[in-house]
């Protein structure tokens, strides 16, 4: 069974400051892997997925995810936050002919001035 | 491209009244989905449609829930009897698979059950 784990429940940081939130995942074949954005009271908007090719995947918002497949890892980053970044991410999982989406339970990131 | 509709935003019913959500997917988008997303379990997949046929609904919790799809345009979720457990916020989301797997969301429905 395909499964996410997004280890940091809440992360702060200083706007400004870089940002990673970690992602892990488990799934047997080629995995999709995606990361949405969820604002308080919105809902999930895609910020970027990785399917094949380059590892490093470009997204909205000066997001950018790698995947490494040694470590079953797409780790989302953004070199400088901005304060209009604070929100909850998901990370999730899919594959080729199943398409149904396995989420993580989400890193709520809050930016401080 | 109008995205994914749903209707009403916020839901507010007594335990053993029947609720109904309401999905309006991507035109031309052929796979719509329903999720559940609470605090304790995070966002579940609870059925999702394949050009109108349900293929998994092993997500849908329980037999009071029931999930349909007439058209390709329309998909309607219903509780009946509802309980205060059922209080979470659902989202449809829909693609198309000849454009990539990305999932669409709508902006959820609020269900607060009393």
């Known amino acids: 069974a395909q499964s996410v784990t997004q280890p940091d429940i809440h992360i702060t940081v200083s706007e400004g400051a870089s940002l990673e939130l970690r992602c892990n995942y488990s799934?047997?074949?080629?995995?999709?892997l995606f990361w949405y954005v969820q604002s308080p009271g919105q809902g999930l908007q895609l910020l970027l997925k990785y399917f094949s090719g380059d590892t490093l995947v470009q997204g909205i918002k000066g997001f950018e995810a790698e995947f490494k497949r040694s470590q079953s890892s797409f780790n989302l980053r953004k070199p400088s936050v901005h304060w209009s970044d604070a929100a909850e991410y998901f990370c999730?999982?899919?594959?080729?002919?199943?398409?149904?989406?396995?989420f993580g339970k989400g890193t709520k990131l809050s930016v401080i001035p | 491209d109008a995205g994914v509709i749903q209707s009403p935003r916020h839901e507010v019913t007594e335990m053993g009244q029947e609720v109904t959500l309401r999905c309006k997917p991507i035109?031309?988008?052929?796979?719509l989905f329903w999720y559940r997303q609470t605090m304790m379990r995070g966002l579940e997949l609870l059925i999702y449609f394949n050009n109108n046929v349900p293929i998994d609904d092993s997500g849908m919790p329980e037999d009071r829930f029931s999930a349909k799809m007439p058209n390709a345009s329309f998909s309607t979720l219903k509780i009946q009897p509802s309980e205060p457990r059922d209080s979470a916020v659902y989202f449809c989301?829909?693609?198309?698979?000849?454009?990539?797997?990305?999932?669409?969301f709508g902006p959820g429905t609020r269900l607060t059950v009393l």
């Open positions: 999730a999982v899919s594959g080729a002919g199943s398409y149904q989406l396995t």
């Open positions: 799934y047997g074949a080629t995995p999709y």
């Open positions: 035109s031309g988008h052929n796979s």
């Open positions: 989301a829909s693609f198309r698979a000849s454009g990539g797997p990305e999932q669409f």
